[in-house]
């Protein structure tokens, strides 16, 4: 679970004053055999959105990554389904905790198969997974998307989304 928000205030106005303009949290959900759980995905959500709420009120933009981790062997529509119930919540939270929506840099994670799937899916289906994700969710419309996933080479990521 994402933590650390203790003195963030403080931090935040201090890395204001020294010129900071953004900054970068990240929560990472793990797909495995009965996780993620409710009170992960809630509890990450919850701590992000928070994040988000001290970062602007100090006059930084926040960007917020729920990412889910493509490590394991699930297949590109459990991705799709974790991802898309980690970015709903997330979209509450931030609602919640009061944080514009307009004001923030989202960085979610693209779809995709885990990488001991013995059924990779292709750069198409990544790219449409990924693309359907994102548009189930309204709120999303209004923040900023950033999809790099470091964890996929910049020539891989251009191959998934030169397909949209």
């Known amino acids: 679970m994402t933590e650390g928000l203790d003195g963030l205030s403080a931090r935040v106005a201090e890395y204001a004053k020294i ?3 953004f900054a970068k949290w990240r929560a990472v959900i793990d797909i495995g055999k009965g996780i993620p759980s409710h009170n992960a995905i809630h509890a ?9 709420a001290i970062c602007q009120a100090g006059g930084i933009v926040p960007m917020i990554e729920p990412e889910v981790l493509m490590d394991g062997d699930h297949d590109i529509d459990r991705c799709a ?13 931030l609602y ?3 944080v514009q929506l307009e004001g923030i840099i989202l960085k979610p994670n693209m779809v995709i198969s885990g990488k001991k ?3 990779q899916a292709g750069r198409e289906e990544v790219a449409e997974k ?14 900023g998307h950033r999809l790099p996933l470091p964890a996929v080479s910049p020539a891989k990521m251009q ?3 030169s397909t949209t």
Request: proline share 0%; net charge positive; with cysteine.
């Open 19 to 21: 010129g900071a303009q």
């Open 44 to 52: 990450n959500a919850h701590a992000l959105a928070r994040y988000a």
């Open 81 to 93: 389904e974790v991802s898309e119930w980690a970015l709903k919540e997330q979209f509450q939270e």
């Open 96 to 98: 919640y905790a009061g």
């Open 117 to 119: 799937c013995a059924k």
């Open 130 to 143: 990924t693309l359907k994700v994102l548009e189930a969710l309204r709120a999303c419309r209004r923040a």
């Open 159 to 161: 191959q998934h989304i």
